[in-house]
């Protein structure tokens, strides 16, 4: 079965360090792209960029260029998803997602999701 | 960047079509046929129901269709049914530079 597993949910402080991960299984990781996207609560989906784990081609959203960090371990079929100084405003549900691809070719869209990690952050 | 405009919410009672607008620009959705449609339930994570403006994956079913005119997607569910109430998000390839852009979200209810 292709999936995607991502970390659990987290409480953190403002001003702290955060990595959350992504593992995938049940497919070639490392011919996939896989994407981030955040959903504040009670808000709609935002994209924050997407990187492929084969070459480590990463794109941002330039809404979070600067903000995020996103990198992966192909050697553990793993993405992640890092902040270095958290804000209160980082709280949000963050899904990663991977682009739909078949035969080689990389379709504009995100066919399997993570079950998604709950970031918190506060005082 | 700013977000695809979506209407609010949209409603239909059993059996009946809706049909949910996703407006854009040139930069997004009417320069690229690249827009795609999710489902969400409460609490759950998106579901993938339409790519390249009107392509059904595998398992969605046929009542759940797709379309663009300009700068405008649509997403058309005919027969609707009390598992169809759910958020609804369209997202537009918007060039290399931004990659992605999603739509504000329409939420679908069931009479």
């Known amino acids: 079965e292709v999936q995607l597993v991502q970390s659990g949910a987290e409480v953190k402080k403002p001003g702290e360090s955060l990595k959350i991960s992504c593992k995938g299984s049940g497919y070639s990781f490392t011919s996939y792209w896989i994407g981030w996207v955040r959903q504040m609560p009670g808000k709609g989906l935002e994209w924050m960029g997407i990187i492929h784990p084969g070459d480590s081609d990463t794109r941002y959203s330039p809404s979070f260029q600067g903000q995020v960090t996103i990198s992966a371990d192909k050697s553990i079929n793993t993405a992640y998803l890092q902040w270095s100084s958290l804000k209160a405003s980082d709280t949000a549900m963050y899904y990663c997602?991977?682009?739909?691809?078949?035969?080689?070719?990389?379709?504009?869209?995100?066919?399997?999701w993570g079950q998604g990690t709950t970031v918190t952050v506060s005082s | 960047q700013s977000a695809l405009t979506q209407p609010r919410s949209v409603s239909g009672s059993p059996g009946q079509s809706v049909t949910i607008s996703c407006t854009g620009t040139?930069?997004?959705?009417?320069?690229?046929?690249?827009v795609s449609w999710y489902q969400q339930h409460p609490g759950k994570a998106p579901k993938l129901m339409i790519y390249d403006v009107s392509k059904r994956p595998s398992g969605v079913p046929d009542r759940f269709s797709g379309s663009k005119s300009g700068n405008t997607a649509s997403l058309t569910i005919s027969g609707l049914q009390a598992e169809d109430e759910a958020d609804y998000y369209c997202?537009?390839?918007?060039?290399?530079?931004?990659?992605?852009?999603f739509g504000s979200g329409t939420k679908v209810t069931v009479l």
């Open positions: 040139s930069s997004d959705v009417g320069g690229y046929n690249y």
């Open positions: 997602a991977r682009r739909l691809a078949a035969a080689g070719y990389y379709y504009y869209a995100m066919d399997v």
């Open positions: 997202c537009s390839y918007a060039g290399s530079y931004t990659f992605y852009v």
